[in-house]
């Protein structure tokens, strides 16, 4: 059997060991140099780095797992897309070799690494072993190659490209979060972007749970011919899952109190409310659920507390990659200095206008500094976001917030959203030296 793996991120390396683990004659290209090559090779792995050589086409493979961030109309995917090769994706793959694992399956425009991170966190409270993975954390392919099928719970992040490359992916509950225009770079068209995150509760059946979003109007048009038992969500509705009064209730039962949840903000109630859900789904006891969300910090790069400094407190929202996540951000203040641009996934800015009554004073900078402009004459441009965060700093005076909030993703000037936040908060904190 042979496995052709494109893309050699974690994912793609986690996965070229667990199919050569498995008998698979595997080979792995990337268009960037491999630093792992020597050690792949040991096991057997042929390594095809820095680009994809013609000689792979000229291979008949069993398998193609594709990195979801490739996009199908790159040369080398499409020419085997054209063949009528299906790109797999890794996580599939993986569960194929565990199928004793029970996971949740989280996705949406927004609030999946929140409800991911504080699902995994519940699932502590359980004997045996669990993760928080997929797109955070560990992949699951080394969970799988490390632990074997064992008694394991996952919490699993998953995205809409990851979603159109599943076969066989099966959750026991499963969410879509919300749905507002993104990646439309990708999918050229936001109802394929939808529809794709639809694919989350596809295998789902008889008493597996879909959480429904009855808040969110996209979530209600696009949740359609569900074959598993649908539990309805609601902050302001009637729904099986519900707020009312001081606490969430499940079926009229109380999860937990809202006093125990400790972040701020609208949207951190729907994360919680459903990371309660879930977790109550695959075992987790009620008294340990109302543990967990008190003890629960939050996600870094997720509205996080930086530092204040002379006055001005510092919050980092780099994970806010699109508008309708800096909306939410910007809902959890009064007024903000807000910085903002980065890489343009052509999702547009206008939705922020509403929302522009939150922002003090607006720093914009990277690609799309000047289209974001137009939507705020009164941003100030910058070329990158050293020389915003310096501005802001300047122009702060004692109780305003500075927050980082790009809209955009990180790619024009860094290459991901963690590496983004991480260079805010060493500056800002190289303001106390």
């Known amino acids: 059997m042979r496995a052709l793996i494109i893309g050699a991120a974690l994912s793609g390396i986690a996965n070229a060991k667990l199919l050569a683990n498995k008998g698979y004659e595997v ?11 020597e050690e792949l090779a040991k096991l057997g792995i042929k390594v095809y780095d820095n680009g994809h050589p013609d000689v792979l086409k000229d291979i008949k493979y069993d398998l193609i797992v594709k990195n979801p961030g490739i996009k199908y109309d790159t040369p080398f995917v499409k020419y085997f897309c054209d063949q009528g090769c299906f790109m797999h994706n890794e996580a599939d793959i993986a569960l194929r070799y565990a199928p004793d694992y029970k996971y949740a399956a989280i996705t949406g425009t927004n609030g999946k690494t929140t409800t991911t991170t504080l699902l995994g966190e519940l699932l502590k409270y359980k004997k045996g072993k669990s993760f928080a993975c997929g797109n955070i954390g560990l992949p699951v392919s080394q969970i799988v190659l490390e632990n074997g099928n064992d008694d394991i719970d996952l919490a699993i992040e998953i995205a809409a490209f990851q979603l159109v490359a599943m076969k066989d992916f099966h959750p026991l509950v499963s969410v879509c979060m919300n749905l507002t225009p993104d990646h439309i770079d990708y999918f050229k068209d936001v109802d394929k972007y939808y529809r794709a995150k639809m694919l989350v509760y596809d295998k789902q059946t008889g008493d597996d749970w879909f ?10 048009k696009y949740a359609e011919g569900v074959k598993c038992r649908v539990i309805t969500f609601s902050i302001d509705k009637q729904a099986d899952l519900m707020v009312e009064g001081d606490k969430v209730t499940l079926f009229g039962k109380t999860l937990f109190k809202l006093e ?5 903000g609208r949207h951190n109630l729907y994360n919680a409310m459903v990371a309660a859900c879930m977790a109550h789904k695959m075992g987790v006891l009620t008294d340990d659920i109302q ?9 870094r790069h997720r509205l996080e507390y930086v530092d204040t400094i002379e006055g001005v407190t510092y919050y980092n929202d780099s994970k806010g990659t699109n508008p309708d996540a800096t909306k939410v951000a910007l809902s959890a203040f009064d007024k903000v200095i807000l910085l903002a641009g980065g890489y343009d996934k052509k ?17 914009v900078y990277g690609d799309t500094r000047h289209e974001i402009k137009r939507i705020c004459p009164e941003a100030v441009v910058c070329e990158d976001l050293k020389e915003a965060v310096l501005k802001a700093r300047e122009w702060a005076q004692s109780g305003d917030i500075i927050l980082l909030s790009p809209m955009c993703a990180s790619w024009d000037q860094f290459s991901n959203f963690e590496e983004r936040g991480d260079f805010f908060v060493e500056l800002v904190k190289s303001f106390r030296v």
């Open 291 to 299: 543990r967990g969300i008190r003890e629960f910090k939050g996600v």
């Open 260 to 264: 125990d949840l400790k972040l701020p």
């Open 347 to 363: 999702t547009g800015f206008d939705d922020i206008i509403p929302y522009l009554n939150h922002v003090k004073r607006m720093y």
């Open 27 to 37: 080979f792995l290209t990337d268009l960037k140099k491999v630093p792992a090559k």
């Open 211 to 220: 959480l429904k979003n009855i808040d969110d109007e996209n979530v209600l």
